[in-house]
């Protein structure tokens, strides 16, 4: 359900978060309380690794480039961290939480911190995974820190669902940063590189450091800038089925690797033949637009 403002139990009393920021930002001392006060414990199992450094939420809202008028959809705002950096740069921030204690203190923690911006943010309890529809005007920007164990699903099906998003800004593992913006032809290009690179253009926007999140991940991560462009001529399904069979096997040479996609060894050839792909070349070589080309081409009669 979502819940815009800061609305409060009558009678009950709002959590403490004593400011650690002159602008209102959490700082470690204000993480902590928090969550004891919630008797939070974070999980493996929903990504929870709280950012509780102002410098670093000031420079990923610097990075996301953001507009005035943009709507803003924030994945998984845990504490509040970066919702707080982010209200003052946007229109409105649309704030997708999948823990009900967390999606109920949000509101109040911006009551009380930047209580002039309060009536900027929505939160919405829900699965990001799930997620189908947002209330109020459609958003432009997507920034978030996006648990490591679904970053890739998550985002794709957010630029899927909700094409009006036009840039995106994501906090991901550094491995999964390095994969979604490697090019064709790099140890790192796969499956989310191409995936992708079907909605946008993608790039790095630089690493963070472990200290900067509480509890302290035991991998690096790194942020991720995407840019809405149109995507190639083709059909996204076939083109992410032939992109799947072509990676599953990646050391094989394409004329192998995609002959249960194609439905034999030899069909497989003649398609990548039709699209202007050697047959010896693996999935790695080729780009999105490749991918697009060789799923619009016939399929071979089977005998």
Known sequence: MPRRGPPAAAGSEPLSTTADASDGLLGPAAIRSLAQQLDLRPTKQLGQNFLHDAN???RIVRTAELRADDVVCEIGPGLGSLTLGLLPAAERVVAVEIDPRLAEQLPRTVAERTPALADRLTV???????????????PTALVANLP???SVPVLLHLLERFPTIRTALVLVQLEVAERLAAAAG?????VPSVKAAWYADVRRAGAVGRPVF???PNVDSGLVRLTRREP???DRLAT???VDAAFATRRKGLRAALAGWAGSPAAAETRLRAAGIDPTWRGERLSVEDFARLAATEPVPAG
């Open 240 to 242: 992410f089925a032939a």
């Open 148 to 150: 490591y164990n679904i």
């Open 186 to 190: 790099s140890d790192a290009y796969g």
């Open 56 to 58: 670093t939420i000031r």
């Open 214 to 216: 509480w509890p302290v």
């Open 124 to 138: 919405v309890t829900a699965d990001a995974m799930r997620l189908t529809e947002l209330p109020g005007p459609a």
């Open 232 to 234: 190639p001529p083709g």
